[in-house]
């Protein structure tokens, strides 16, 4: 896994929000992100429109990083299990 761009973050917390898949080095949208947490938080990964997260989505944890392929994916969509948890999306080069 090769990671040479800053990821982007967030703080999840009571209700969805997003962040925008990052650019990868070259600037364009990046092909495949990590997902990192500080503690557990659902995710799902969709677009502006279509990912919005819930109880019944993937679980991400700070012992369990979550490698994403993001070919028409835009956004990843994130909310708190049990307490707000920063969460950072990290392009990962080709």
């Known amino acids: 896994m090769k ?6 973050g967030a703080t999840s917390g009571a209700t969805s929000a997003q962040i925008a898949v990052p650019n990868d ?6 092909r495949k992100v990590l997902v990192t947490v500080e503690g557990l938080t659902y995710i799902i ?9 819930t109880t019944s989505c993937i679980v991400v944890g700070p012992d369990s ?6 070919i028409g994916i835009t956004h990843i969509a994130h909310i ?3 307490a707000a ?3 950072t999306v990290t392009p990962i080069e080709a």
Do not use: C, F, M, W
């Open 3 to 8: 990671i040479t761009t800053i990821g982007t």
């Open 25 to 30: 080095s070259t600037g364009a949208a990046a």
């Open 45 to 53: 990964p969709g677009s502006a429109t279509t990912a919005v997260a």
């Open 65 to 70: 990083p979550l490698v994403l392929d993001t």
């Open 80 to 82: 708190q299990l049990t």
């Open 85 to 87: 948890q920063r969460v």
